[in-house]
């Protein structure tokens, strides 16, 4: 006569013999009696998967199968890429200044104004160049009526040599200090040495100003590129044309570029080189913060996974996958050795060990074993 025995009639057989064993203990010592009750757990535990496989070996009850989850191995695009932080930079971006010292009378621009290369930007106090300008040009009128006169009479054979040649080096001396003081004169006008926009005025008339203190800066927002600094370990992996992937935070924006210049030289404090991306026409800041993702590495047909689905053995690096079998949705497992190529961002592309349309096991691999036959 064939047996039928449910599995949960026999757990409750077995629970109510351990409540009727532990009902005549006294509950005088409650962590000893836990633990009492957590080795009779682990006794049952074991008698009911023993009980269970002699009893499916029998065919007296159904056979359990574990329920897994499969997802179909596909080729892709997979790149890899070097994360770095970068800044947008102006590739025209000076400083206007003054050629000479002195103090500021006029700034005719302001923040934000557009401005043509030559435009006039500030003036310097000249008060004192143009007096001197005036004092000077009335001696130059009496040395020059004095030469002509010297002249007139050398001609004539009147007078000495030392007189004419005196006259005529007092005109052409003046002539040149005039030449010099207007040169100094046109140098307390600052002019805009490129055309752009003005970003920051620093000085107010007033206030004195000398060669190497700016009056503004002026950037040409029409030529913008990104700069980064590539650690030393990728020198050998960036190259001129790689194309970039570019995110500003403050923007929510993402764009694609081109890496446009490699520096050939290292930074010796920090190790790392330079790079510049074009970036094109739009509303973006000198200065601004630039996320750049630089591809190294890229295949167009890769199969790829999840990192957390390798598992590594004696015999190196693996995968489950599931073997179909005569019933539908049920399979066997088997393990595929693979080798491992580059991964980015929890994804491993896969040299060798699975082909495309393979079942592999994505949830539930850690509760199987090989050549088990399990559901999906």
Known sequence: MRVSLSIKSIIAFLFISVLAACGGKKASDPVAQLAALKDQRADIESKISKLEKDLESQGLIEKRLRTIGITEVKTGVFRHYIDLQGRVDAQESVAATSKIPGTLKRVHVDNGDNVRKGQLLAELDDD????????????????????????????????????????????????????????????????????????????????????????????????????????????????????????????GKEITTHVTYVSQSINPTNRTFTIECALGRGDYRANQIAVLKIVDYQSPKAITIPVNLVQTGEDGDYVLVLESSDKPNEGIVRKAPITVGQNYSGYAEIVNGLKEGDKLISTGFQDVNVGETVKY
């Open 128 to 251: 004192v160049i143009r007096k001197s300008l005036d004092e000077l040009e009335g001696q130059l009128a009496v040395a020059t009526d004095l030469y002509n006169r010297q002249k007139s009479l050398w001609e004539q054979n009147i007078g000495s040599e030392i007189q004419y040649i005196q006259a005529k080096n007092g005109k052409e001396s003046l002539e040149r200090s005039i030449a010099t003081l207007k040169e100094n004169w046109a140098n307390t006008k600052i002019y805009s040495p490129i055309t752009g926009t003005v970003d920051l005025v620093i000085l107010k008339p007033g206030q004195a100003i000398s060669p190497g203190i700016p009056l503004c800066n002026i950037l040409n927002l029409n030529d913008l590129l990104i700069k980064g600094e590539v650690t030393e370990a990728y020198a050998s992996k960036v190259k001129k044309g790689d194309l970039v992937q570019v995110y500003f935070p403050d923007q």
